[in-house]
Protein backbone atom coordinates (compact mmCIF):
# COMPACT_ATOMS: atom_id res chain seq x y z
CA UNK A 1 0.00 0.00 0.00
CA UNK A 2 0.87 3.58 -1.16
CA UNK A 3 2.58 4.97 2.87
CA UNK A 4 1.78 7.94 3.30
CA UNK A 5 3.11 10.09 6.31
CA UNK A 6 1.51 12.81 6.97
CA UNK A 7 2.61 15.90 9.59
CA UNK A 8 0.98 17.50 12.24
CA UNK A 9 -0.74 20.70 10.28
CA UNK A 10 -2.05 18.19 7.83
CA UNK A 11 -3.11 15.69 10.01
CA UNK A 12 -4.62 17.91 12.24
CA UNK A 13 -5.87 21.62 10.76
CA UNK A 14 -6.53 24.30 13.09
CA UNK A 15 -6.08 21.74 16.18
CA UNK A 16 -2.22 21.36 15.29
CA UNK A 17 -0.96 23.35 18.13
CA UNK A 18 -3.43 20.72 20.88
CA UNK A 19 -2.08 18.13 18.84
CA UNK A 20 1.06 18.55 19.12
CA UNK A 21 1.01 18.67 23.24
CA UNK A 22 -0.94 15.90 23.14
CA UNK A 23 2.39 14.56 21.08
CA UNK A 24 4.82 15.90 23.62
CA UNK A 25 3.12 14.12 26.57
CA UNK A 26 2.96 10.42 24.68
CA UNK A 27 7.23 11.13 24.76
CA UNK A 28 7.32 12.56 28.26
CA UNK A 29 5.13 9.17 28.98
CA UNK A 30 6.72 7.02 27.06
CA UNK A 31 10.63 7.77 28.84
CA UNK A 32 8.90 7.94 32.18
CA UNK A 33 7.72 4.10 31.66
CA UNK A 34 10.69 2.73 28.99
CA UNK A 35 13.44 5.24 29.28
CA UNK A 36 15.27 6.86 26.62
CA UNK A 37 14.26 5.65 22.91
CA UNK A 38 14.35 6.31 19.16
CA UNK A 39 10.29 7.27 18.96
CA UNK A 40 7.88 7.05 16.10
CA UNK A 41 4.43 8.33 15.99
CA UNK A 42 1.25 6.95 14.80
CA UNK A 43 -2.38 7.70 14.84
CA UNK A 44 -5.69 5.78 13.77
CA UNK A 45 -9.05 7.62 13.98
CA UNK A 46 -12.53 6.75 15.17
CA UNK A 47 -14.87 6.16 12.51
CA UNK A 48 -18.60 7.22 11.89
CA UNK A 49 -21.17 5.00 10.38
CA UNK A 50 -23.26 7.57 7.45
CA UNK A 51 -25.50 4.97 6.06
CA UNK A 52 -25.61 1.31 6.09
CA UNK A 53 -26.06 -0.50 9.35
CA UNK A 54 -25.38 -3.69 10.31
CA UNK A 55 -24.97 -4.98 6.36
CA UNK A 56 -21.01 -5.79 5.87
CA UNK A 57 -21.23 -9.09 7.19
CA UNK A 58 -23.51 -10.20 4.66
CA UNK A 59 -21.66 -9.22 1.69
CA UNK A 60 -23.58 -5.92 1.42
CA UNK A 61 -22.37 -1.86 1.52
CA UNK A 62 -21.77 0.96 3.43
CA UNK A 63 -21.04 4.92 3.55
CA UNK A 64 -18.75 5.25 6.61
CA UNK A 65 -15.92 8.25 7.28
CA UNK A 66 -13.41 8.47 9.20
CA UNK A 67 -13.63 11.09 12.62
CA UNK A 68 -11.14 13.59 14.03
CA UNK A 69 -11.07 11.64 17.27
CA UNK A 70 -7.99 9.47 17.33
CA UNK A 71 -5.69 6.96 19.13
CA UNK A 72 -2.52 7.72 19.23
CA UNK A 73 1.36 6.69 20.52
CA UNK A 74 4.44 6.66 20.55
CA UNK A 75 6.42 3.99 19.85
CA UNK A 76 10.00 1.88 19.47
CA UNK A 77 11.00 -1.64 18.10
CA UNK A 78 12.60 -4.23 20.30
CA UNK A 79 14.81 -7.22 19.61
CA UNK A 80 13.02 -9.85 22.06
CA UNK A 81 9.79 -10.52 20.57
CA UNK A 82 7.90 -9.10 22.97
CA UNK A 83 4.73 -6.06 22.53
CA UNK A 84 4.24 -4.17 25.67
CA UNK A 85 1.76 -1.26 25.20
CA UNK A 86 0.70 0.98 28.02
CA UNK A 87 -2.42 2.75 27.55
CA UNK A 88 -4.05 5.30 29.77
CA UNK A 89 -7.13 4.02 31.79
CA UNK A 90 -6.21 0.95 30.91
CA UNK A 91 -4.27 -1.66 32.38
CA UNK A 92 -0.54 -2.46 30.31
CA UNK A 93 -0.41 -4.87 27.67
CA UNK A 94 2.28 -7.39 27.22
CA UNK A 95 2.38 -10.42 24.59
CA UNK A 96 5.23 -12.54 23.45
CA UNK A 97 5.03 -12.75 19.48
CA UNK A 98 7.35 -15.69 20.17
CA UNK A 99 4.53 -17.70 22.11
CA UNK A 100 1.28 -16.29 21.24
CA UNK A 101 -0.35 -19.67 22.10
CA UNK A 102 0.23 -18.97 25.99
CA UNK A 103 -1.96 -15.75 26.07
CA UNK A 104 -5.40 -16.11 26.70
CA UNK A 105 -8.05 -15.52 24.61
CA UNK A 106 -11.27 -13.30 26.11
CA UNK A 107 -8.97 -10.82 28.02
CA UNK A 108 -9.35 -7.74 26.35
CA UNK A 109 -6.67 -5.92 24.77
CA UNK A 110 -4.34 -8.61 25.28
CA UNK A 111 -6.18 -11.04 23.53
CA UNK A 112 -6.59 -8.23 20.36
CA UNK A 113 -2.98 -7.92 20.51
CA UNK A 114 -2.08 -11.09 20.35
CA UNK A 115 -4.92 -12.24 17.76
CA UNK A 116 -3.73 -9.61 15.71
CA UNK A 117 0.18 -11.06 15.53
CA UNK A 118 -1.37 -14.13 14.65
CA UNK A 119 -3.31 -12.80 11.90
CA UNK A 120 -0.56 -10.76 10.53
CA UNK A 121 1.94 -14.46 10.70
CA UNK A 122 -1.51 -16.59 8.96
CA UNK A 123 -1.11 -13.38 5.92
CA UNK A 124 2.30 -13.89 5.32
CA UNK A 125 3.44 -10.69 7.47
CA UNK A 126 6.45 -10.27 9.70
CA UNK A 127 5.77 -9.70 13.60
CA UNK A 128 7.93 -8.84 15.98
CA UNK A 129 8.43 -6.36 19.50
CA UNK A 130 7.97 -3.26 20.16
CA UNK A 131 7.00 -1.05 22.95
CA UNK A 132 4.43 1.81 23.29
CA UNK A 133 2.63 4.54 24.98
CA UNK A 134 -0.84 5.23 24.02
CA UNK A 135 -3.82 7.39 24.50
CA UNK A 136 -6.97 8.13 22.89
CA UNK A 137 -9.86 10.53 22.28
CA UNK A 138 -12.10 8.20 21.04
CA UNK A 139 -15.08 7.48 23.07
CA UNK A 140 -14.93 3.98 24.37
CA UNK A 141 -18.35 2.01 24.41
CA UNK A 142 -19.91 4.89 22.15
CA UNK A 143 -20.24 3.39 18.28
CA UNK A 144 -17.20 5.17 17.04
CA UNK A 145 -15.13 1.96 17.31
CA UNK A 146 -12.52 2.49 19.73
CA UNK A 147 -11.13 -1.12 19.44
CA UNK A 148 -11.28 -0.89 16.11
CA UNK A 149 -8.86 2.14 16.27
CA UNK A 150 -6.71 0.51 19.00
CA UNK A 151 -6.55 -2.15 16.48
CA UNK A 152 -5.69 -0.35 13.46
CA UNK A 153 -2.88 1.71 15.60
CA UNK A 154 -0.89 -1.49 16.28
CA UNK A 155 -1.20 -2.62 12.48
CA UNK A 156 0.18 0.24 11.68
CA UNK A 157 3.26 0.09 14.59
CA UNK A 158 3.78 -3.27 12.81
CA UNK A 159 3.64 -2.31 9.28
CA UNK A 160 6.11 0.29 9.63
CA UNK A 161 8.21 -1.41 12.49
CA UNK A 162 8.49 -4.73 10.40
CA UNK A 163 6.63 -4.77 6.99
CA UNK A 164 8.09 -1.49 4.82
CA UNK A 165 4.59 -0.70 4.41
CA UNK A 166 3.43 -3.70 2.58
CA UNK A 167 0.11 -4.32 4.89
CA UNK A 168 -2.83 -3.26 3.09
CA UNK A 169 -5.72 -1.79 4.28
CA UNK A 170 -7.70 -4.35 3.60
CA UNK A 171 -5.61 -7.22 5.56
CA UNK A 172 -5.48 -4.53 8.43
CA UNK A 173 -9.17 -4.40 8.50
CA UNK A 174 -8.44 -8.47 8.19
CA UNK A 175 -6.51 -8.47 10.99
CA UNK A 176 -8.90 -6.58 13.26
CA UNK A 177 -11.70 -8.81 11.85
CA UNK A 178 -9.75 -12.30 12.72
CA UNK A 179 -8.70 -10.62 16.12
CA UNK A 180 -12.10 -10.15 17.28
CA UNK A 181 -13.64 -13.27 16.00
CA UNK A 182 -10.86 -15.90 16.84
CA UNK A 183 -9.78 -13.95 20.40
CA UNK A 184 -12.55 -12.01 21.76
CA UNK A 185 -15.49 -14.16 20.76
CA UNK A 186 -17.14 -11.42 18.82
CA UNK A 187 -18.81 -11.45 15.73
CA UNK A 188 -17.25 -8.40 13.97
CA UNK A 189 -17.61 -7.32 10.48
CA UNK A 190 -14.92 -5.75 8.85
CA UNK A 191 -16.60 -2.06 8.70
CA UNK A 192 -15.58 -0.84 11.67
CA UNK A 193 -11.90 -1.45 11.08
CA UNK A 194 -11.89 -0.58 7.22
CA UNK A 195 -13.32 3.04 8.40
CA UNK A 196 -10.73 3.40 10.95
CA UNK A 197 -7.79 2.14 8.38
CA UNK A 198 -8.33 3.82 5.27
CA UNK A 199 -9.31 7.35 5.98
CA UNK A 200 -12.09 10.08 4.52
CA UNK A 201 -15.49 8.62 3.61
CA UNK A 202 -15.27 5.26 1.76
CA UNK A 203 -17.74 3.16 -0.22
CA UNK A 204 -17.71 0.11 0.81
CA UNK A 205 -18.40 -3.13 -0.50
CA UNK A 206 -17.99 -6.63 0.68
CA UNK A 207 -19.77 -8.78 -1.81
CA UNK A 208 -16.84 -9.70 -2.86
CA UNK A 209 -13.69 -9.57 -0.48
CA UNK A 210 -13.35 -6.38 0.47
CA UNK A 211 -13.17 -3.46 -1.99
CA UNK A 212 -13.38 0.32 -1.19
CA UNK A 213 -13.34 3.97 -2.93
CA UNK A 214 -12.82 7.15 -1.30
CA UNK A 215 -15.55 9.60 -1.71
CA UNK A 216 -15.12 13.42 -1.57
CA UNK A 217 -17.76 14.31 0.92
CA UNK A 218 -17.73 16.38 4.10
CA UNK A 219 -20.64 17.88 6.17
CA UNK A 220 -18.93 20.89 6.39
CA UNK A 221 -19.60 21.17 2.47
CA UNK A 222 -23.69 21.43 3.33
CA UNK A 223 -22.89 23.59 6.13
CA UNK A 224 -23.64 20.98 8.58
CA UNK A 225 -22.27 19.48 11.89
CA UNK A 226 -21.95 15.60 12.89
CA UNK A 227 -22.87 15.23 16.49
CA UNK A 228 -22.51 11.62 18.43
CA UNK A 229 -24.83 11.85 21.54
CA UNK A 230 -23.61 9.58 23.87
CA UNK A 231 -26.71 8.24 25.92
CA UNK A 232 -24.41 7.23 28.71
CA UNK A 233 -25.55 3.67 28.26
CA UNK A 234 -22.53 1.39 27.33
CA UNK A 235 -22.54 -2.03 25.14
CA UNK A 236 -20.14 -4.23 26.67
CA UNK A 237 -22.29 -6.57 27.89
CA UNK A 238 -24.73 -6.59 24.14
CA UNK A 239 -22.61 -9.31 22.41
CA UNK A 240 -25.63 -11.89 21.76
CA UNK A 241 -27.46 -8.79 20.77
CA UNK A 242 -25.11 -8.04 18.23
CA UNK A 243 -24.60 -11.37 17.35
CA UNK A 244 -27.81 -12.26 17.07
CA UNK A 245 -28.29 -9.79 13.74
CA UNK A 246 -26.02 -11.51 11.43
CA UNK A 247 -27.06 -15.04 12.30
CA UNK A 248 -30.73 -14.25 11.63
CA UNK A 249 -29.94 -13.18 8.28
CA UNK A 250 -27.34 -16.35 8.05
CA UNK A 251 -30.50 -18.07 8.60
CA UNK A 252 -32.53 -16.80 6.29
CA UNK A 253 -29.85 -16.82 3.64
CA UNK A 254 -29.01 -20.74 4.33
CA UNK A 255 -33.06 -21.38 4.25
CA UNK A 256 -32.41 -19.65 0.41
CA UNK A 257 -29.78 -21.98 -0.55
CA UNK A 258 -27.08 -19.41 0.15
CA UNK A 259 -24.63 -18.67 2.78
CA UNK A 260 -25.07 -14.99 3.16
CA UNK A 261 -27.77 -12.32 2.00
CA UNK A 262 -25.89 -10.96 -0.49
CA UNK A 263 -25.91 -13.93 -2.72
CA UNK A 264 -29.63 -13.82 -2.55
CA UNK A 265 -32.32 -11.33 -4.27
CA UNK A 266 -34.95 -9.47 -2.25
CA UNK A 267 -37.23 -10.96 -5.14
CA UNK A 268 -36.78 -14.36 -3.85
CA UNK A 269 -37.17 -13.84 -0.34
CA UNK A 270 -40.70 -12.14 -0.95
CA UNK A 271 -41.81 -14.29 -3.34
CA UNK A 272 -41.18 -17.86 -1.15
CA UNK A 273 -42.48 -15.21 2.35
CA UNK A 274 -45.09 -17.40 2.97
CA UNK A 275 -43.45 -20.56 3.27
CA UNK A 276 -40.53 -19.29 4.97
CA UNK A 277 -41.97 -18.00 8.18
CA UNK A 278 -43.58 -21.47 8.82
CA UNK A 279 -39.48 -23.05 7.90
CA UNK A 280 -38.00 -20.45 10.04
CA UNK A 281 -40.52 -19.27 12.86
CA UNK A 282 -38.75 -16.03 13.37
CA UNK A 283 -40.04 -12.93 11.81
CA UNK A 284 -37.51 -10.86 12.81
CA UNK A 285 -35.24 -12.67 10.91
CA UNK A 286 -37.35 -11.91 7.71
CA UNK A 287 -37.61 -8.25 8.91
CA UNK A 288 -33.89 -8.37 9.35
CA UNK A 289 -33.40 -9.57 6.13
CA UNK A 290 -35.31 -6.91 4.32
CA UNK A 291 -33.67 -4.38 6.04
CA UNK A 292 -30.42 -5.63 4.49
CA UNK A 293 -31.86 -5.52 1.33
CA UNK A 294 -33.05 -1.98 1.63
CA UNK A 295 -30.40 -0.68 3.27
CA UNK A 296 -28.39 -1.76 0.50
CA UNK A 297 -30.10 0.30 -2.19
CA UNK A 298 -30.38 3.48 0.08
CA UNK A 299 -26.56 3.28 0.26
CA UNK A 300 -25.99 3.64 -3.40
CA UNK A 301 -28.83 6.44 -3.73
CA UNK A 302 -26.61 8.34 -1.32
CA UNK A 303 -23.77 7.73 -3.06
CA UNK A 304 -25.37 9.07 -6.14
CA UNK A 305 -26.72 12.00 -4.04
CA UNK A 306 -22.96 12.54 -2.59
CA UNK A 307 -21.82 12.59 -6.47
CA UNK A 308 -24.92 15.33 -7.12
CA UNK A 309 -24.31 17.24 -4.06
CA UNK A 310 -28.02 16.79 -3.07
CA UNK A 311 -27.41 17.61 0.63
CA UNK A 312 -31.67 17.14 1.08
CA UNK A 313 -31.82 13.56 -0.28
CA UNK A 314 -28.52 12.13 1.55
CA UNK A 315 -30.36 13.58 4.65
CA UNK A 316 -33.65 11.58 3.69
CA UNK A 317 -31.90 8.72 3.09
CA UNK A 318 -29.97 8.30 6.07
CA UNK A 319 -32.90 9.41 8.15
CA UNK A 320 -34.75 6.13 5.98
CA UNK A 321 -31.90 4.31 6.67
CA UNK A 322 -32.22 5.41 10.92
CA UNK A 323 -36.09 4.22 10.82
CA UNK A 324 -35.41 1.07 9.55
CA UNK A 325 -32.79 0.26 12.07
CA UNK A 326 -35.48 0.44 14.63
CA UNK A 327 -38.11 -1.11 13.41
CA UNK A 328 -36.94 -3.03 10.94
CA UNK A 329 -33.39 -4.30 12.23
CA UNK A 330 -34.50 -4.24 15.61
CA UNK A 331 -31.82 -2.49 17.42
CA UNK A 332 -32.86 0.72 19.39
CA UNK A 333 -33.27 -1.50 22.59
CA UNK A 334 -32.19 -4.66 24.40
CA UNK A 335 -34.99 -7.02 24.55
CA UNK A 336 -33.94 -8.77 27.80
CA UNK A 337 -34.83 -4.48 29.45
CA UNK A 338 -37.33 -3.00 27.35
CA UNK A 339 -37.71 -0.54 30.26
CA UNK A 340 -34.09 1.12 29.67
CA UNK A 341 -34.63 2.90 25.65
CA UNK A 342 -32.18 5.62 26.56
CA UNK A 343 -31.72 5.64 22.13
CA UNK A 344 -35.21 5.81 20.95
CA UNK A 345 -35.41 8.43 24.15
CA UNK A 346 -32.48 10.47 22.38
CA UNK A 347 -33.72 10.37 19.22
CA UNK A 348 -37.11 11.32 20.21
CA UNK A 349 -35.74 14.83 21.88
CA UNK A 350 -33.36 15.44 18.72
CA UNK A 351 -36.05 15.21 16.33
CA UNK A 352 -38.48 17.04 18.64
CA UNK A 353 -35.55 19.73 18.09
CA UNK A 354 -34.92 18.90 14.46
CA UNK A 355 -38.67 20.01 14.21
CA UNK A 356 -37.48 23.60 14.31
CA UNK A 357 -34.45 23.21 11.87
CA UNK A 358 -34.91 23.99 8.54
CA UNK A 359 -33.02 20.84 7.52
CA UNK A 360 -31.38 17.96 9.41
CA UNK A 361 -31.61 14.00 10.37
CA UNK A 362 -30.65 12.15 13.17
CA UNK A 363 -30.21 7.99 13.75
CA UNK A 364 -29.10 4.62 15.48
CA UNK A 365 -25.53 4.73 15.11
CA UNK A 366 -23.29 1.89 15.20
CA UNK A 367 -24.33 -1.00 16.51
CA UNK A 368 -27.27 -0.35 18.32
CA UNK A 369 -29.21 -1.65 21.56
CA UNK A 370 -27.32 0.83 23.69
CA UNK A 371 -24.94 3.80 22.98
CA UNK A 372 -25.06 6.85 21.04
CA UNK A 373 -26.74 8.18 18.27
CA UNK A 374 -25.80 10.87 15.30
CA UNK A 375 -27.14 13.79 14.62
CA UNK A 376 -26.45 15.76 11.59
CA UNK A 377 -27.63 19.56 11.86
CA UNK A 378 -27.49 23.20 10.22
CA UNK A 379 -23.96 24.90 12.05
CA UNK A 380 -26.26 27.57 13.19
CA UNK A 381 -27.91 25.26 15.72
CA UNK A 382 -24.97 23.63 17.39
CA UNK A 383 -25.37 26.15 20.46
CA UNK A 384 -29.14 25.35 20.48
CA UNK A 385 -28.85 21.92 20.40
CA UNK A 386 -26.03 21.56 22.76
CA UNK A 387 -27.63 23.27 25.65
CA UNK A 388 -31.35 20.82 25.14
CA UNK A 389 -29.23 18.08 24.79
CA UNK A 390 -27.53 18.56 28.11
CA UNK A 391 -30.44 18.87 30.15
CA UNK A 392 -31.05 15.43 29.78
CA UNK A 393 -27.74 13.80 28.61
CA UNK A 394 -25.08 16.15 29.86
CA UNK A 395 -22.82 18.53 27.82
CA UNK A 396 -19.72 15.87 28.65
CA UNK A 397 -21.68 13.21 26.42
CA UNK A 398 -22.18 15.78 23.26
CA UNK A 399 -19.99 15.14 20.74
CA UNK A 400 -19.21 17.82 17.85
CA UNK A 401 -16.78 16.06 15.26
CA UNK A 402 -15.54 16.41 11.78
CA UNK A 403 -14.87 13.37 9.22
CA UNK A 404 -11.09 13.29 8.96
CA UNK A 405 -9.16 12.56 5.71
CA UNK A 406 -6.12 10.16 7.05
CA UNK A 407 -7.05 6.55 8.12
CA UNK A 408 -4.60 5.08 10.57
CA UNK A 409 -1.21 6.35 9.38
CA UNK A 410 2.46 7.17 11.02
CA UNK A 411 2.68 10.80 11.40
CA UNK A 412 5.82 13.24 11.17
CA UNK A 413 6.65 15.32 13.78
Not at 53 to 81: E, K, V, W, Y
Request: aromatic residues 10%.
Amino acid sequence: MNVTKPDIEALYGEESERARKRYAHLQEKFTEEFGEAELRYFSAPGRTEIIGNHTDHNGGQILAGSITLDTICAAAPTDDGIITIVSEGYRPVSVDTKALSETPKEDGSKSLVAGMAEAAENFGYKVGGFRAYVTSEVIASAGVSSSASFEMLVCTVLNAFYNEGKMSIADYARMGQYAENHWWNKSSGLMDQMACAAGGVIFLDFSEGVRYETIDFSFDDYDMDLFILNTGKGHADLTEEYSSIPHEMYAVAEKLGESRLADVSELVLLTTLGGMREKLGNDRALLRALHFFEENKRVNEAREAVAAGNSDKLLQLMGESGKSSYEWLQNAYCTEDTKEQSIPLALCLTELFLKRCARGTCRIHGGGFAGVIMAILPKEEREDYTAFMSQFFGKENIYRMGLRRYGAVEVSL
